[in-house]
């Protein structure tokens, strides 16, 4: 696991990608195992949403939005359309790496993720997230950008550990 960034500079600009490259894989196993949330299996699936989306392109619906000062991936969001449904899609992974955390780079990251979803013709953000004591500031994050808990099913990742299911509706939120 990589603490620190690399190749960046004081003066390095941010830049976002919308593509992955083969080199994305390990950066998001790293920015997902710096926060310290998630078990081993779901890193793994952090990384396999990446690796699908190489080797298919969009047709493997994971679509990426990716935050980068020089060679380093600070943070990245990862949504897509649900199927058979019109206008709805997941918001399946928001994750800042640790040593970027508390600027701002969530937010930016959650508000373009919605841009290109309404831009998509999204109406619908569902998010799932844990209901662990652990992620109250993650839930208290999607609250306070217009997401509500929608569902609750006790149990659902562990015993204690129930899964919020969020929702915010992009027709009725301003760009």
């Known amino acids: 696991m990589t603490d620190e960034p690399r190749a960046t500079g004081p003066g390095q600009p941010r830049v976002f990608r919308y593509e992955v490259l083969p080199t994305d894989v390990r950066?998001?196993?790293?920015?997902v195992?710096?926060?310290?949330?998630?078990?081993a299996d779901e890193i793994d699936v952090a990384e396999e949403l990446?690796?699908?989306r190489l080797a298919e392109g969009p047709e493997s619906g994971y679509h990426f939005v990716l935050a980068q000062r020089g060679e380093f991936v600070e943070g990245y969001a990862c949504y897509g359309h649900i199927a058979c449904t019109l206008a709805s899609y997941d918001l399946y992974w928001i994750a800042v790496h640790r040593c970027?955390?508390?600027q701002g780079l969530g937010r930016v990251l959650l508000a373009e993720a919605e841009r290109l979803i309404r831009q998509s013709g999204g109406q619908r953000i569902y998010v799932e997230t844990s209901g662990r004591p652990q992620y109250a500031p993650t839930r208290a994050f999607y609250e306070h950008?217009?997401?509500r808990a929608e569902a609750?099913?006790?149990d659902f990742y562990a015993p204690g550990?129930?899964?919020?299911?969020?929702?915010k509706s992009l027709t009725s939120s301003r760009p």
């Open 33 to 39: 195992e710096s926060t310290g949330f998630f078990r």
């Open 50 to 52: 990446v690796q699908d």
């Open 27 to 31: 950066a998001v196993r790293e920015i």
């Open 152 to 154: 609750v099913l006790a």
């Open 100 to 102: 970027c955390q508390g």
């Open 145 to 147: 950008f217009g997401y």
């Open 161 to 167: 550990d129930d899964k919020v299911v969020y929702v």
